[in-house]
């Protein structure tokens, strides 16, 4: 019986995860057993699929060590990622990134775990201006970022001195279902749609001709299964990007289209610490045989339905 293990279960890519591995059939016909950790200090219980073993602990604390024995992989998913609260709190910031990933791969190291597969960022390309950015080149520039390059050189250590099997995963801007609109700055996505359809005018931070990389969830989800079927991945770090890039104002303009409403948005003074541009090198990934699948259009179509659902059923205020 494969056991898995998911801290940052109840967030956004924790629990679409979580529920991946519980609807895939192969693994299903193995009994599949996934274990979920999450202090919900950003993550909501009730995003939690049905079928997780869960347990409200911080990954900071030696409790978590009994739940890694027997488990057979680990996504640290975990984490203090929005840029502007990382960036008013470097101390927490690390002590939640750098020092609660440590004690994860130590408690994945006490418990003999096959492997951890850790998320890292796109943050760590702030500084560069090679687009599309391999995996080669790193910059950190805010404290998010650093804390997430502190994480990757940890993962190095742990491989170098125990042996231990790693990959580490560079999400680019990822969206779709159960995207975390609660935090102090909302990704763009989730709060374009939810303030369009309240009627209300967006915001955007800066004048809107920033370019992300947006790739669903469901595709990250394609990759997170390939880390544990295919060891090609281990002891490597990999972008998951769609390797195209959408303005903030594209974006906009794209939601406005398919909520069938237009509002002008309001313009605030940019963020500090933030890429000016951002496009995955997904040549690695795609070698392995992996591609993303989901169109921007389709992803976003998707998104508005289930925030539209989410607000009719009074969990979006």
Same mark, same amino acid.
Do not use: W
């Given at each position: 019986m494969p056991t898995i293990l998911i801290t940052g279960v109840a967030g956004f890519i924790g629990s679409n995860l979580a529920e991946r591995l519980l609807n895939d059939l192969r693994l299903r016909a193995r009994n599949l057993? %996934?274990?979920?950790?999450?202090?919900?200090?950003? #993550? %909501?219980? @009730? *995003?939690? !699929?049905? #079928? %997780? @073993?869960?347990?409200?602990l911080d990954i900071r604390s030696k409790e978590i060590y009994p739940l890694f024995e027997g488990v057979d992989y680990v996504f640290h998913l975990a984490a203090k990622n929005c840029i502007s609260d990382c960036q008013a709190d470097p101390v927490e910031t690390a002590d939640i990134n750098v020092?609660?990933?440590?004690?994860?791969?130590? =408690?994945?190291?006490? =418990?003999k775990v096959k492997k951890v597969i850790y998320a890292e960022s796109s943050a760590m390309y702030e500084g560069i201006t090679?687009?599309?950015? &391999?995996?080669?080149?790193?910059? &950190?520039?805010?404290?998010?970022?650093?804390s997430k390059m502190?994480?990757?050189?940890? =993962?190095?250590? /742990?491989?170098?001195?125990?042996?231990?099997?790693?990959?580490?995963? $560079?999400?680019?801007?990822?969206?779709g279902p159960r995207q975390d609109y609660r935090r102090t700055i909302p990704p763009v996505m989730s709060a374009f749609i939810i303030k369009l359809l309240k009627?209300? !005018?967006? +915001?955007? /931070?800066?004048? #809107?001709?920033?370019?992300?990389?947006?790739?669903?969830?469901d595709d990250v989800n394609d990759f997170h299964i390939l880390c544990i079927e295919d060891e090609r991945t281990d002891g490597k770090v990999f972008n998951l990007g769609s390797g195209v890039?959408?303005?903030?104002?594209?974006?906009?303009?794209?939601?406005?289209?398919?909520?069938? $409403?237009?509002?002008? &948005?309001?313009?605030?003074?940019?963020l500090p610490g933030?890429? *000016?541009?951002?496009?995955?090198? +997904?040549?690695?990934a795609k070698s392995l045989g992996w591609k993303p699948k989901v169109d921007i259009k389709t992803g976003l179509a998707g998104m508005i339905e289930y925030i539209k659902n989410e607000m009719k059923l009074g969990r979006i205020p």
């Open positions: 057993r %996934v274990i979920g950790i999450d202090n919900l200090s950003y #993550g %909501v219980k @009730e *995003q939690i !699929p049905e #079928g %997780v @073993e869960f347990y409200q020092v609660g990933t440590v004690n994860v791969f130590e =408690a994945a190291r006490r =418990a090679i687009f599309p950015t &391999p995996e080669t080149e790193v910059k &950190p520039k805010s404290f998010y970022a650093v502190a994480a990757m050189y940890f =993962a190095e250590a /742990y491989k170098l001195f125990y042996g231990m099997r790693f990959t580490g995963l $560079r999400y680019f801007n990822v969206y009627n209300e !005018p967006p +915001i955007i /931070y800066g004048d #809107g001709t920033k370019r992300r990389d947006f790739i669903h969830v890039n959408y303005s903030i104002l594209e974006i906009y303009y794209l939601i406005c289209e398919l909520i069938g $409403r237009e509002i002008p &948005p309001i313009f605030k003074d940019d933030e890429a *000016q541009e951002t496009l995955a090198d +997904i040549s690695e």
